[in-house]
């Protein structure tokens, strides 16, 4: 099993980017995803989840109307397009994949909820 972050880099406050997550050794196309955020020196935490068909998505109150969380499971991959992006924004960006296909409250709120990680990218908004 392989999930692959990628996309991070450095921003400016404002400033607009897309995170991808390709995933391998398992069947992406029946699981619900999820992004989590780690800032330097704070707990990992929930950012965003995604059921399996894409219907129905989930976001932290701090990135509602900012992010928007989005999958292709043609291609295995997920995707986290951020907007409007803010300092406090700067975290490494992990992908994970759930146990099941729809994204259940409150467990995709939690680290434990997931069965699979990725390894990470780091997102820099700065001025």
């Known amino acids: 099993v392989q999930l692959q972050a990628s996309g991070g880099g450095s921003v400016q406050p404002g400033d607009s980017l897309k995170v991808s997550c390709e995933a391998s050794g398992f069947t992406f196309s029946n699981r619900a995803m999820g992004w989590f955020r780690q800032a330097p020196g704070k707990e990992r935490k929930f950012v965003a989840a995604i059921n399996w068909s894409g219907s129905m998505t989930y976001y932290e109150d701090d990135v509602k109307g900012r992010f928007a969380i989005s999958r292709d499971n043609a291609k295995n991959t997920m995707y986290l397009q951020m907007n409007s992006l803010r300092p406090e924004d700067t975290a490494v960006y992990y992908c994970?994949?759930?146990?099941?296909?729809?994204?259940?409250?409150?467990?995709?709120?939690?680290?434990?909820?997931?069965?699979?990680w990725g390894q990470g990218t780091l997102v820099t908004v700065s001025s």
């Open positions: 994970a994949a759930d146990r099941y296909s729809e994204s259940y409250y409150p467990d995709r709120m939690f680290s434990g909820g997931y069965q699979h």
